[in-house]
C-alpha cells in the first residue's frame, strides 16, 4: 500500500501542496487516549514557516481539522483523520517554470511516473508540505508514548557546517527548545547556525544537516529478528521525509572503522536490577530488537534542491536543454523544520511495534511489567 | 507480518541454525520464468564460509532444495518455497556459555522477547545462517531482473581499513569476481584486505567494513513517493541482514556539508534522446522514485560481535555480572560473505517495485516501452 | 490494517454518522484516469434515502469534495481522498435512549470494544452513512472497469417477500434502473416491493432481502488459488457492508444438494474461438480464478435492526434489563440502498485484482492480448 | 501477498500435490505456548483419506514434519515452518488427460494465469491436498485458543441429502467424534450418510454438503468494524478452502423472509453479571465484532468434480471440443474431510483477530479481565 504503512497502527498520508488540503489517516488506536491539541498545535508550529530568511516565505497557520475520530479531546477508537488547509498558495510562481525540471526535485520522476498527469502546482504530493499532515498524526503517537513513559527527542546534530553538543548520556533527555527556537541542545549553536544558513541563503544557494533521534524508556524486547526490526522500521519511515538521503544507527558508519572489542557493548546488572549496557553504540537495538538502553540513530538532510542560482536543465517533455532560474518562496535549508518531522515519525514507528507485540489495549492501559 | 516482506513479490524466511534447515518462500513471480541452479549455486559459494581464517570453519555445501513452485527448470507461478538443510551443526560449542549474554549479539534481547522459549543454539533464528535462504530467494530475483536489462552488483568498499576502488561512472558494472574471490572493483587489494582481517581474527578480534551497490538498466519511474520510496524499500530490506547498522543514498552522509550548488544532479539529454543528469549524488532516485541513473547504496557492517578477547557481561538469568569467553567457529569479518546477501536483497526488493508497476506478467513479458 | 482493504490498489474509509464528514482514501489509481462527477453523483443518489417511507427521513445531498489525487477531471496518481460532509444531524434523537443497547446494532460491541469511548451518536463509526464513502471510491473504481470492458451491475434479486427476474444469460447485463427508482430487471415488482416495505414500517417493523451482482467483460486468469481468490476478496468486502450476513458464489448453498454430474460446468469452444462453459453454476470462478464468464454472487441483507416495536434490552453500562422503544430516523428496509454499496465495492474489488496481475499502468493503457 | 493471509498471526501455504512437499510458516504466535504433536495428529488423521469408498484410495499417513519454530514442544516465538510429505503420488494417472480440461477444476483458470507453466500433476497448489498444511497450522493455533478458553467445532450439517442434529444451544459443544468417524451431533445420521456417498460415487457421481462451525468462549469485543470484521476474516479463510462457494453468519440467508422484529436478538443481563442475547440470529457478531455469544457460521461444499461418468470438455492447448473421462483415485465426497480444514482455518483467523486486540504475549499469559 503506497501511502500507507504499518501493521498494528497505520498511517495513511495525502494530499497535494495547492489542492486544498493535506492530510492524514491514523489507524490503530485504542479508545479513550487524550489528544491534547495544544501539544499537536506545538508541534505544528515547529515545523511552521516562519518567512524569516531561515525558511520559505509561504506562512500558514497549520491549524489542525479533525474529521473522525476524537470526540471531546479523546480517541473514540476508529481511524482518526484529519487535515491541514492549504491557504496560502501562489501557484502562479510555479507556472513560470513549469516545462523546466528541477535538479534535485521530483519533477523529472514525477512526470514518467504519472505519464504528464501529476499535479505540478508547488510539488505537489512530492512537496514538503506533505509532512505537515505526518507531524499532527505523529504528535498523537507521541502523546501516547509519553503515557507509557516513553520520550522522543530530535535535535540538529550538525546543519550549515555547525554541529550541535553531543547527545547527553543516559536515560535523561535534553530539554525541548522554545517555541520558534532551533532543536539544539546547545542553545548558543543557534546564532552561528542561523547565520550560516542566512548567508548560503543570501548567496541563492541552500545548506544541508544531520538529525539525530533518542527515544528513552523503551522496554526491552520491542521489535522483530528480520524485517521488522525496529532499523527497518525507522529507516523506512526517515526515507519517506523528502530530503533524508542516510539513516545510522548507534555507532552507525563509524563502525566500519571500529573493532569487535571496540564496537561491543558490555552487558551489566543495572542500578534497579535489571539489565544495562555499558556502552551504547548499538543504539538500543541487538538483533532488531531493543534492548531497554535508548534508541539513537541519525538522518542527513540534504541542501533544499531548490536554489535562486541558475542550473543547467532540460526542458521537458520538449526535450532540450535549457537554463533554470528559479522563483518562488523556498527554505535556505530545510533541516530545522525536519526535526518535528522526524520526531513525529519516530514516535509513530515505535508506537506501531510496542503495539505488535502488547496489543492495541495497551496502548490506553500501560504496558505489563514482564 | 514479521517475516515476510513484499507487496508484489513477497519473501517470508524462517529457521534456526541448529534446527533441521533454513528456508525461504517466495511468492508473487510470473509462471515460466528460467530458474538457473549454476546461478543460485553461484550466489550461496559466495555466502559460504571456508575455513580459512576469514570466516567460520563451520562449512556447509549449502544445496538449495525447491519443494515448491520450480518444475522442470521454470517457475509454476506459485509459491517458490526452499530449504536449506543445516549440516555441520556443533551445539555442544554452545552449551558451554548459553547462560551468559554475548555482547552486540542478540541474546540478550531474544531472551526478553521470547520469555526463554527462543532457539538459542548457534544463535537460532538470529545467526548469519539464516540469510542463505534469502540469498538463494534473491538469486532467482536477480535472475528476473537479468532478462528485464537490470543489473545489480555489489561490491566491498572498505574493510578492516582497507578501502577499494571507487565505482566506474556510466552504466558499464564492474565484472563479478571469480568464485572464491571477494567482491571487489580492484582485485590488488584482496590479498592486504585478507591479511588485516586475519590479523584481527589471531588477535582474537574482528573488523567491519562498508558495502556498495549499483543496480543499472532500471527504468524510470519506478518506486512511490512517500512510505514505499526506493529508499524506503531498500533500507528496510538492509537492515534485516544482521550486523548492518546504516544506509546511505548516492553522496549519502556527505549530503550534510554539501550546498544545493554542489548536491544537485542537473538534466541534461542524453544520447539515446532521453533525460539523464550530468552527476549522480541522488543515487538514481528522486522524490523516491527511479530517475533512469544507476541507484547507489553503501550500507555499513559491524565488526563480528562473536570475538575471542575476554567480555564483560551478565550471567542471565542468573543476573550477576561475569566474564565472557566465547569458544565456537565465527568469522573475523563477515563483509565479504554479507555482498552477496545485500546483493540478492536488493534484487529483491528492486523485482517488487517494478512488478507493483508493471504487472506480474511484465516480469517474463518483459516491460512496455512507454 | 483496520480501516482499509486492498493489495494493487487500495481503500480506506473512515468517519462518524454525527462527525464533521465521512470519507475515504483511494490509492493505486494510475495518473490520468478520467473522473466523471456526474457518475458518482448518480451513485450517490443510488445511495441516497429518500424520506419516502421506504428509507430514513434524513435525507442528504451527499455531495462529494475532493482533497487529493484529483486534478481538472482526471486522477493524479496519489491517493484520491474524499470527503462527504454530514449536513442533517439531529443528536438529540440518540440522547434519549444512549444507554439502551439497540438490538442487532453494534452498541453493545462497540462499548465493549471501544470501553464506552466510541461515538454513539447516530451509530457513530458503524452507521450505514460510512458507506456512501465507499460508493465514491469504488464509483471511480467502476469507471476505471468501464474503460477496460468490464461491467458490473446489481439488482435486488428478493426484498420484503418478494423476487425480481431472474438474471438474463450470457454477457448482456440488465439496463440501470432510472434515478430514483429500484435496481430491478423487472420494473413491474417495484411497486409491490416498495407497498411491502411500506407496510413493514407503517407496522412498526423492517425486513431484508438478496442482493444479486453480476461481472462481465473479466479476463479469465484474474484471482489466486488460496487467500486472495475472486471469492475470498469478495466477500471480505461484502461483509464490511453492515447488515450483510451471507454470500454464495453461482449455484451458491444449492450446490448441497446437487451432484457432480449436475453441478459442474462443461467446457465447450466459444464462438469467437475462446473457451466458455456451458452452464455458469460455478459463478465464473474456479480455483479462485476467474474464467472469463459472468462472475454472479449474492448476499443477504438482514432486516434494518432500528425498528419502532418496543423491545426487550439492558440498560448499559447500567446493567439492568430494559424495554427499548427506538426513536430518530430509519429505514424500513436498506437493501434497495445498499444495492450501490453492493456494486461499487464489488468494483473496487476486481479492479484491486486486475492490478496484481497486469500492473497500475494497464488501467490506465488496456489489458494485454495474452 | 497471494498465499500469506493474515495481521497479527499469518499463514503462508505452498506445495504442489506431486512435489516432494506441502508445507505451511505460521508467524505470529508467542514463545513458549506448547505444541502438542498428538493434538495436530489427530486432526490430520481427520483429513486423510482412507479408501474405503468415501475418499480417495490415496491414502497418505500425512506426518508433519517442523522445520523451523518449535523445540521441545514449544513454540519459540519465531516462525514455525511445517512440512508433510508427499509420498503416494501416481502421476501416471494424469498424464492420459493432462490436455482435456476437467469441468468445475482450475485446470483452464490455471493454465491461462500460468500461461501453461503449471504443475498440472495431481491438480498442482490447486489440489485439495494443499489443505493438509493449514490443517496442521490452524491445529496449533486451536490449541493456543484451548489456552485462552476458546472452543472451535465443526460439524456436517448436510450431506448426500441427509442433514445432521442441529446445533444445541448455549455454550456446551457436541462431544468430537471419535477417530475414523464422520463430525455428526448425531451418531446415528453417519451410516446413511456414508450409504448414500458410495452410492453417488458408484455411479461415477459425487455430492456436495454444509459445514456448520461454532466457537465458544470468545470475549466480546473481537474483530473490526469494516474491512476487519469477523465476518470478512473468516469468509476470506473459508473461501480459500477448494470447493466452498458460500458463507452465511447465524440466520444466514434466512434473515432475507425475516422482519426486524423476528431478527433482533434481545439483549438480557446473564446469570454472571454479564449481558448475553436471548436468541443468537446474528451468529455472535454484531456490527463486525463479537458480543460474547458463539459465533456460528455455515459453508456450502461443492460436489466434487471430479466425476467418472464422461464428461463435455475442450481439448487445450488444442482447443476443439471433446469428451472426457477422468481416471485417477478422488473423493465421491470431501465434505466429511473438509470439516476439520474449516475447524483449523476458523481457529487460525480467531487466534488472529484475538492477538490483534490484545497483544502476541496475551497468548500465553492470558486475556486480562477488561
Known sequence: MKNTF?????LTIFGESHGPAIGAVLDGLAAGLPVDGALIAACMDRRRARGDGLSTSRTEPDQVEFVSGVLEGRTTGTPVTLLVRNTNTRSGDYAKTAAL??????DYTAWVKYEGFQDARGGGHFSGRITAASVAAGAICQQVLAGLGV???THIARCAGISDAPLPGGDALPAEAPPGHFALIDPSREVPMQEAIRAAGAAGD???GVLETVITGLPAGVGEPFFD???SELAHLMFAIPAVKGIEFGAGFRFADLTGSTANDAFRMGADGGVVTATNRNGGVNGGITNGMPVIFRT???PTPSIYKEQQTVDF???TDAQLVIHGRHDPCIVPRAAVVQNTLAAFGLLDLITVRYGTLAQKHGLPDR
Chains 1, 2, 3, 4 share one sequence.
Do not use: C, T
Request: no cysteine.
Open 6 to 10: 504499518g501493521s498494528a497502527v497505520s
Open 317 to 319: 517533455p520538449a526535450k
Open 300 to 302: 542527513v538532510v540534504k
Open 101 to 106: 525540471l528541477r535538479p534535485g526535485h521530483a
Open 206 to 208: 541552500s545548506v544541508g
Open 151 to 153: 520520550q522522543v527527542y
Open 229 to 231: 526490526s525496529v532499523e
